[in-house]
């Protein structure tokens, strides 16, 4: 009998396939069910511009789910323009099929004008991204204790609110990722220094079940994190959260801490993304809280 070569196809994912994929998420990343469907709630709701996929994309060989590649797509402004940003995240293909990993690679990540990038990327793929066109934007992580920066300018640190409206320091794309970050449960700060007001998000996790830590999820400069962070690190100390994480490429003038090498972070694509700017990530949207990995 003559052996037929396999049918593969790669499609967007839809609603009803959701099933099939908490089933490929619990076997390749471990984690409940409850868990994934909560994550996939979340990026169904999340504000997907037109004409990009809602969960990402699907392998089916035999008409069977044998891969995905999660996307977090969401508009973002860059000097003036609008421009997309796509998170890759959860990518997995069954072991037998790995061979068609590269079709599905191909397939999700072939816009051009689409920044893509990998905030943890595991470290055997890490070939594979280079191959594919990634390039690595940062190296590491300092790990800094704010509060005890002395300096500080005269402002006030306050949290964002319902309240909170546009105007020319903070436009309405901004306003609308304060209090997207503040929704899903991160901290959402805004410091004022005259008429000025400088928007912080910042994930709060536990390490080591006591210690709690906070990660800059978002600032516009990072040289704004250095300028404010002993009003920063004392707000977040009455709070009890003394340390934060900081993405760097090696240690940072004007704060206090230690630099380590972590999971690197990838892109592909026209607009690399800046230190100090990961929102709507995978860990934000799906709820990931993957501790970064220290290397040295």
Not at 126 to 150: S, T
Not at 214 to 227: E, K, M, P, W
Request: charged letters at 25%.
């Amino acid at each position: 009998m003559p052996s037929w070569p396999p049918r593969v196809r790669c499609r967007l994912i839809r609603d009803d396939d959701l099933e099939s994929i908490v089933d490929l998420l619990v076997k390749s990343f471990g984690r409940t069910r409850d868990f994934w469907n909560f994550g996939l709630e979340r990026l169904a709701e999340h504000p997907t511009p037109d004409g990009f996929p809602k969960y990402g994309y699907l392998l089916e060989v035999n008409g069977v789910a044998v891969g995905m590649l999660l996307l977090i797509s969401t508009s973002v402004r860059i000097d003036g323009k609008v421009r997309i940003r796509c998170h890759v995240s959860s990518w997995y293909v069954w072991p037998a099929f790995r061979a068609y990993g590269s079709l599905l690679a191909a397939h999700a990540l072939k816009r051009k004008d689409v920044t893509y990038v990998d905030t943890s990327p595991l470290s055997h793929t890490f070939d594979m991204l280079a191959a594919q066109g990634f390039k690595r934007y940062c190296d590491g992580f300092f790990i800094a204790i704010p509060a005890l920066k002395v300096r500080s300018p005269k402002a006030r640190v306050s949290a964002v609110t319902p309240e909170i409206r546009p105007d020319r320091d903070l436009d309405e794309d901004e306003v609308d990722l304060l209090l997207g970050h503040a929704h899903y449960g991160l901290t959402c700060l805004v410091v004022t220094a005259g008429e000025r007001r400088y928007p912080f998000v910042f994930e709060v996790t536990v390490k080591y079940r006591i210690v709690r830590f906070a990660y800059l999820t978002y600032c516009q400069n990072i040289d704004d994190f250095v300028r404010f962070a002993g009003l920063l690190g004392r707000y977040l100390a009455r709070r009890g959260i003394a340390f934060v994480g900081v993405d760097a490429n090696g240690p940072i003038h004007g704060l206090i801490g230690r630099y380590v090498t972590i999971t690197p972070k990838y892109f592909k694509g026209p607009d690399p993304p800046r230190l100090g700017e990961v929102p709507y990530s995978e860990r934000v949207v799906l709820g990931l809280r993957f501790p970064p990995t220290v290397e040295a």
